[in-house]
Structures are given as structure tokens and as C-alpha cells.
């Protein structure tokens, strides 16, 4: 029988060994959950960068991706996130608001780019995606957020668990061998989109690195439609 343990064992075995955490602006995060952030939507100011089509176009086809709202519509916004970015939690807070806006969707990118904790998280994570779908994904996501302290694999797995997934059934999905190259994947394609720091966004033929406040999406979505 497959325990947590060796679950979570198989699980660091099959990742990447050439994976090296990303420096970020925010600093070392092995506490990131903890750390306390400036009020949020006050935020700092983001540049729009305009992007090729095709490499959007590459974005929105990332298999990995998990959907939020109408993903068909007119303005989808892509989140590169990490599990362990303070303002990554702050930013997940708007996608019930967005997604509740008709023809606006969210696509999650999980973006492990802080520490190998991050991305033990990130295959936790599309374990649930690919065992239990979307529909679990996003209460599984907005609880990882509201956990405190770095989130590794077994935090992940504990949280799922909560959620009332099966944790022997969750650590062979997260060890299942699409796991590491769809994480790969998102890695090449946030590296050649510029994304230094999470969370980083592609709307349309725009992308901004850096936290965006809920007020500046909701004009994000008005400038498009304009």
C-alpha cells in the first residue's frame, strides 16, 4: 500500500534533480506565508509588456493549466503563481469576483519558481487537478493559500486530504510521469514570457510581472472590451 510517506517519497524522487530556485524579489521564502504584505490593493505600479501572439497563444495551450470561469470568453487572464508568494495568496482572492464577471476567465499557471518546496507543492497540486478536476482544485488552491508557513509537498497533502481526497490516491497521481514535464512546461514558457516574480500575469496580448490589485484587473478587463 502506498502510505504518505512513501507517497511523498516517490514523489521528490521523480522531480526534476536539475531544478534550482529562482531568486525573487520578496527574499527567501521559507517563511513567505508568514510574512505580513502592505495592504494589497494599494499594490505597486505594473507595466504592461505587449507579447507575440503566438507565445500568448502558447500560454492559453499549457496542458497543465487549471480553468476558473468562462475560459472561452473574451478576456482570460493567465496567473503564474507560487504557493509560497505572500502576494500570490492576496491575488487569489480576486478570482471568484473576476470569474463571476460574465465572459472573464482564469487560467492558474502553478509557477514554482521561490524553492524546491514550491515546486513539491505545485506537483501535489496537479495530482488533485488530475485526479479530482477543476471543480476540487479551486477549494483545494484557496486553502493551501490560507495555510500558514512554507508549503511543501506534505503541506499540500495535508490540505488535500482536508479537502477529503484520498492521500494514497493523490500521491500516485502526483507521481504519475505527466506530472514534472507539465510543470516543466510552465516553467520554459513563464522563463520566455520574462516572468521573474509571482505572481505574473498574461491577459490578451499583455503581460505584467508582478501583483496586480483586483481594481487594476476589473480595468484590465474594461481596456479590453473598450
Known amino acids: 500500500m502506498i502510505t504518505r510517506r512513501s507517497a511523498l517519497a516517490g514523489l521528490s524522487a521523480g522531480l526534476s534533480a536539475g531544478f534550482l530556485a529562482a531568486a ?31 507565445l500568448a497563444e502558447r500560454a492559453l495551450a499549457l496542458p497543465a493549466l487549471v480553468p476558473a470561469g468562462a475560459v472561452g470568453g473574451d478576456v482570460v487572464f493567465v496567473e503564474f503563481f507560487d504557493y509560497n508568494c505572500p502576494y ?30 514550491s515546486r513539491e507543492a505545485a506537483a501535489i497540486a496537479l495530482g488533485v487537478l488530475a485526479l479530482a478536476g477543476p471543480e476540487a482544485y479551486l477549494p483545494f488552491h484557496a486553502a493551501l493559500f490560507a ?7 506534505a503541506r499540500a497533502l495535508d490540505v488535500a486530504q482536508a479537502q477529503g481526497l484520498d492521500p494514497d490516491a493523490l500521491g500516485r ?22 516572468f521573474d516574480a509571482t505572481p505574473s500575469t498574461l491577459v490578451g496580448p499583455w503581460a505584467y510581472e508582478g501583483y496586480l490589485t483586483h481594481a487594476r484587473k476589473e480595468r484590465i478587463v474594461a481596456d479590453l472590451r473598450a
Open 24 to 54: 525573487h524579489p520578496l527574499g527567501r521564502p521559507a517563511a513567505a506565508q508568514d510574512v505580513d504584505i502592505p495592504d494589497p490593493e494599494v499594490g505597486e505600479p505594473v507595466v504592461a509588456r505587449r507579447v507575440p501572439g503566438e
Open 88 to 117: 500570490c495568496r492576496a491575488s487569489a482572492a480576486h478570482i471568484a469576483p473576476l470569474v463571476a464577471r460574465p465572459g472573464v476567465g482564469v487560467l492558474l499557471a502553478n509557477y514554482p519558481i521561490l524553492t524546491d518546496a
Open 147 to 153: 495555510s500558514r508557513g512554507l508549503v511543501d509537498g
Open 173 to 194: 497521481a502526483a507521481a504519475l510521469p505527466g506530472i514534472d514535464p507539465a510543470i516543466e512546461d510552465i516553467l520554459q514558457v513563464g522563463r520566455v514570457l520574462g
